[in-house]
T-cell receptor, first 115, second 113 residues
Framework: DGGITQSPKYLFRKEGQNVTLSCEQNLNHDAMYWYRQDPGQGLRLIYYSQIVNDFQKGDIAEGYSVSREKKESFPLTVTSAQKNPTAFYLC??????????????FGDGTRLSIL | AQSVTQPDIHITVSEGASLELRCNYSYGATPYLFWYVQSPGQGLQLLLKYFSGDTLVQGIKGFEAEFKRSQSSFNLRKPSVHWSDAAEYFCAAPAPYGQNFVFGPGTRLSVLP
């Protein structure tokens, strides 16, 4: 079955440490997205990528970095510069190619906590 | 600014009762509109989508939504709620230039037995 796989499901970070969240999709989608979800705040866009080797900052990109070396993979690194990283992180993809009528498909999320 | 709003943060209904979750958008042109559902600790699942044409859209799990241009609304409805419908519901639309999506803040649905 096609879908989006996020790993790990739970992740713990020590102060001053960088951590990387994995997101892989086998839907052959061009566009991929990272969202952060905090209680009562809905989804906030961190980064998105429309094509391999290209990505754009979303609304809350500070303290995060991404790469898009392969179409199926869009890892997110939470750096030590992100002072409040505890949240639920969601990865999504869509078959956009400039067509905005395509819905997003979501992974099951990674919950990141600070030790 | 173009946005998607969901006026109700939390709604509680009894099992078997009807449900309506509100969504309003502020876009110049008729946007594409989506409803998603999120169970605790899970990702979002697409319930239904509106592109054009018939303003009443059927989705999965017995949900439907009606697009009303005059009210800038896209409300989600279900005639009889089941306990398994307890979840968070998000309304969404593509951002103005189609590069990403704008999500409403979500409505949490609780279902009483």
């Amino acid at each position: 079955d096609g879908g989006i796989t996020q790993s790990p499901k739970y992740l713990f970070r020590k102060e001053g440490q960088n951590v990387t969240l994995s997101c892989e999709q086998n839907l052959n989608h061009d566009a991929m997205y990272w969202y952060r979800q905090d209680p009562g705040q809905g989804l906030r866009l961190i980064y998105y990528s429309q094509i391999v080797n290209d990505f754009q900052k979303g609304d809350i990109a500070e303290g995060y970095s991404v790469s898009r070396e392969k179409k199926e993979s869009f890892p997110l690194t939470v750096t030590s510069a992100q002072k409040n990283p505890t949240a639920f992180y969601l990865c999504a993809s869509s078959n956009q190619k400039g067509r905005s009528n395509q819905p997003q498909h979501f992974g099951d999320g990674t919950r990141l906590s600070i030790l | 600014a173009q946005s998607v709003t969901q006026p109700d943060i939390h709604i509680t209904v009894s099992e078997g009762a009807s449900l309506e979750l509100r969504c309003n958008y502020s876009y110049g042109a008729t946007p594409y509109l989506f409803w998603y559902v999120q169970s605790p600790g899970q990702g979002l699942q697409l319930l239904l989508k509106y592109f054009s044409g018939d303003t009443l859209v059927q989705g999965i799990k017995g949900f439907e939504a009606e697009f009303k241009r005059s009210q800038s609304s896209f409300n989600l409805r279900k005639p009889s709620v089941h306990w398994s419908d307890a979840a968070e519901y998000f309304c969404a639309a593509p951002a103005p230039y189609g590069q990403n999506f704008v999500f409403g803040p979500g409505t949490r649905l609780s279902v009483l037995p």
